[in-house]
């Protein structure tokens, strides 16, 4: 091998300024990573003022005597002992269930049997447009609404009236558990739609192909629903009932606008509860009491379901 050869093989030094340039590199790198975490403060302390210290504070007011004016009196456990024990809350609870089990059922089967019957229609976008609307309504709104309609000579009466059905003068909303299952139903009005629109984009998600298959097979109807569709339609069958049941536990604008809770507490909710106890009736230790045991058991139930889902065998 020649002197050239060897010359052209050996590498020259690095230029002392090329050097020079990885350690600032280096060391702008750990700077940076040292800083990154102070970007997150503003959001973390913005976090901390508008959840975590509201939820301590109302945790600590639980268990205090608290009009609001007054500095809060440590009481222990006596707003708990007199919530389980009172039978107007007792009641709220059943109420509140009762809007669970209404709230997954009826919105949640009505959203299925849209979605299933319009996707693939020719008009299908406009077949579902009018479940969709009601959703843009607020709550309020649809208790406005549906209370003309179930009065006792309201829209309802006068058509069950029209067509020679009992029922034209009937209070509907005048005793409960009907009252409640009533509301339930104008619920429903509102969000089968929106639950509709969630089940089309899980339809949307299923691949054609196995469907082409399927229907080649002689699979129609209810046979391609119950095996072919409804299994690809459970991640996004678990969202829509973890949602229904987070908004049922905290139903509150519709009863309220409906029947303020009546006649007396037959209609009320857990949310309704709290807030006369704490904004009606001035007593923030109770109406703490019930917040933070409606929180426990939003929370408590989103995680069972949740585990549940996940630990299913699919």
């Given at each position: 091998?020649?002197?050239?050869?060897?010359?052209?093989?050996?590498?020259?030094?690095?230029?002392?300024?090329?050097?020079?340039?990885?350690?600032?590199?280096?060391?702008?790198?750990?700077?940076?990573?040292?800083?990154?975490?102070?970007?997150?403060?503003?959001?973390?302390?913005?976090?901390?003022?508008?959840?975590?210290?509201?939820?301590?504070?109302?945790?600590?007011?639980?268990?205090?005597?608290?009009?609001?004016?007054?500095?809060?009196?440590?009481?222990?456990?006596?707003?708990?002992?007199?919530?389980?024990?009172?039978?107007?809350?007792?009641?709220?609870?059943?109420?509140?269930?009762?809007?669970?089990?209404?709230?997954?059922?009826?919105p949640v089967v009505l959203g299925l049997l849209v979605a299933v019957l319009t996707y693939g229609h020719k008009w299908g976008t406009w077949l579902r447009l009018p479940f969709l609307l009601p959703y843009a309504i607020s709550g309020v709104a649809v208790g406005v609404i549906w209370g003309f309609v179930l009065q006792p000579d309201g829209a309802l009466g006068q058509a069950l009236g029209f067509f020679g059905l009992p029922g034209e003068h009937t209070g509907w909303l005048q005793a409960g558990p009907g009252n409640t299952l009533?509301?339930?139903?104008?619920?429903?009005?509102?969000?089968?739609?929106?639950?509709?629109?969630?089940?089309?984009?899980?339809?949307?998600?299923?691949?054609?192909?196995?469907?082409?298959?399927?229907?080649?097979?002689?699979?129609?109807?209810?046979?391609?629903?119950?095996?072919?569709?409804?299994?690809?339609?459970?991640?996004?069958?678990?969202?829509?009932?973890?949602?229904?049941?987070?908004?049922?536990?905290?139903?509150?604008?519709?009863?309220?606008?409906?029947?303020?809770?009546?006649?007396?507490?037959?209609?009320?909710?857990?949310?309704?509860?709290?807030?006369?106890?704490?904004?009606?009736?001035?007593?923030?230790?109770?109406?703490?009491?019930?917040?933070?045991?409606?929180?426990?058991?939003?929370?408590?139930?989103?995680?069972?379901?949740?585990?549940?889902?996940?630990?299913?065998?699919?």
């Amino acid at each position: 091998m020649g002197q050239a050869e060897v010359t052209s093989t050996i590498q020259p030094p690095a230029p002392a300024k090329q050097r020079a340039g990885a350690a600032p590199a280096s060391t702008s790198a750990r700077t940076g990573a040292r800083v990154a975490p102070l970007f997150g403060v503003p959001a973390v302390a913005v976090v901390a003022l508008l959840l975590y210290l509201p939820f301590l504070w109302t945790t600590y007011v639980s268990f205090t005597d608290y009009d609001g004016l007054a500095s809060p009196v440590w009481s222990g456990l006596a707003n708990y002992q007199a919530m389980f024990s009172d039978p107007d809350l007792v009641g709220a609870l059943v109420n509140t269930l009762l809007w669970v089990v209404g709230m997954v059922s009826l919105p949640v089967v009505l959203g299925l049997l849209v979605a299933v019957l319009t996707y693939g229609h020719k008009w299908g976008t406009w077949l579902r447009l009018p479940f969709l609307l009601p959703y843009a309504i607020s709550g309020v709104a649809v208790g406005v609404i549906w209370g003309f309609v179930l009065q006792p000579d309201g829209a309802l009466g006068q058509a069950l009236g029209f067509f020679g059905l009992p029922g034209e003068h009937t209070g509907w909303l005048q005793a409960g558990p009907g009252n409640t299952l009533m509301m339930i139903v104008a619920v429903t009005w509102q969000a089968a739609g929106v639950n509709a629109l969630l089940f089309v984009v899980g339809l949307q998600s299923i691949p054609a192909e196995p469907l082409e298959a399927a229907r080649l097979d002689g699979a129609e109807g209810l046979r391609l629903f119950s095996h072919h569709l409804w299994p690809q339609l459970r991640p996004i069958t678990t969202v829509v009932i973890g949602l229904s049941i987070v908004g049922s536990l905290k139903t509150f604008d519709v009863v309220w606008v409906m029947t303020q809770g009546g006649p007396g507490t037959s209609s009320e909710t857990l949310a309704l509860s709290m807030y006369k106890e704490t904004f009606v009736l001035n007593d923030y230790g109770q109406g703490s009491a019930i917040a933070l045991f409606l929180s426990l058991v939003t929370f408590a139930a989103s995680i069972l379901y949740l585990r549940y889902q996940l630990g299913e065998p699919k």
